[in-house]
């Protein structure tokens, strides 16, 4: 199958995948401006009371600066961006955010948590698209039911909230049904593991621990810092901090004084995405990250690094198929 013409026309096959807190509109800017899909969860454009929805103002800087850009560049056109929505009952937001991505003509919507019909159609009442992520296959089967036109496959070595399946067996188990978009997520992060990901079936990879160490990201320098010097023996997986399994780095675990490798356990009656969503005061800097952060060198601008995965993606490509 044809990829919709969001995924169709990128530098490189790649989308920066939301990551909570961290992403902002500067890096979404930059990541759509240097050819790949940026995005970004909903729930970070978070005004005060009675402060106008920044949300709205987030959305309508992306759009009016892609649109500049586009207009300077017809070229080499940014690609377009994308926004993350959380789809769980602790989100008293959803509702109103939907009526704002569609307002603004969100072009993809990716969805997280929750397959639900009315979230679908009000991405495509908008002429987007919705790629949903999931662990396993009976979670795609059903996104699809729900009205999903794409997945993310979300395999073990993640950050954030990963799964805990091989991407070979998760994304052939999808590939046995489904032909339509699928990006695979988990710790790809060089030139080479891009092209892997497609060589495996999907047809697009998922990044986002590398953009953590960049200029834009919205992240402590300690943080960018320790992606930089960390590598995949660093990273835990656990799902004591949200209740959820996610990985995160050992060095802040131990930072907050207690042993990563001897982690109790919690419970998924634990998640919270509401407004009064709290985590133990030493829990703040407890930091996610995918096991894919060796390949991390340095903190650099966003466009640097898309550069540096464009350049080994071309290689790749030339080494193992000649061009
Ligand atoms: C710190 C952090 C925060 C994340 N926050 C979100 C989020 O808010 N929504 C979401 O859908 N995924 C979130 N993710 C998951 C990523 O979108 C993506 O699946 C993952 O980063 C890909 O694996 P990688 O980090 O190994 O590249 C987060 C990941 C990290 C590391």
Redesign the pocket.
């Known amino acids: 199958m044809t990829l919709p013409t969001q995924l169709a026309n990128l530098r490189i096959p790649v989308i920066g ?4 807190i ?1 992403s902002n509109p500067d890096l979404v800017i930059a990541q759509c401006k240097a050819g790949i899909v940026g995005a970004f ?1 909903a ?1 970070n454009a978070r005004e005060k009371e009675g402060e106008p929805i920044l949300l709205e103002a987030w959305l309508k800087r992306i759009t009016e600066e892609l649109d500049r850009h586009n207009q300077a560049n017809p070229d080499t056109p940014a690609a377009p961006f994308a926004v ?1 929505q ?1 789809v769980h009952r602790s989100n008293e937001r959803l509702e109103r955010d939907l009526e704002i991505c569609a307002k603004w003509k969100v072009p993809i919507w ?1 969805t ?1 948590l929750g397959a639900r019909v009315e979230v679908n159609e009000a991405a495509h009442s908008c002429g987007g698209i919705t790629l949903h ?1 999931i662990i396993n296959n009976r979670f795609a089967k059903k996104a699809i039911e729900k009205g999903a036109d794409g997945l ?1 496959a ?1 395999a073990a ?6 799964g805990a399946q091989s991407p070979f067996a998760l994304v052939n188990e999808i590939r046995e049904w489904f032909d339509g978009p699928v990006a695979l ?5 060089n030139g080479k593991s891009i092209l892997a990901a497609q060589a495996m079936g999907a047809d697009l990879a ?5 953009f ?1 160490a960049t200029d834009e990201a919205n992240a402590q320098p300690e943080y960018k810092q320790m992606i930089v010097e960390s590598g995949a023996e660093d990273i835990v997986y656990s799902n004591l901090f949200t209740g959820v399994h996610g990985n995160y780095l050992k060095p802040s675990i131990a930072r907050a004084g207690m042993d990563p490798d001897n982690l109790e356990d919690s419970d998924p009656s634990k998640m919270n995405f509401g407004a009064d969503r709290e985590k133990p005061k030493s829990w703040k800097e407890i ?6 952060i060796g390949a991390v060198t340095g903190i650099t601008p966003a466009a640097q690094l898309v550069d540096r995965l464009a350049v080994e993606y071309a290689d790749a490509r030339q080494e193992l198929c000649g061009g």
């Open positions: 995948s939301p990551l909570f961290i969860p729930l993350n959380i990716i997280s992520d993310i979300v070595g993640a950050g954030g909230h990963a997520s988990g710790a790809i992060a998922y990044i986002g621990s590398p953590i930091w996610g990250a995918g096991q894919g």
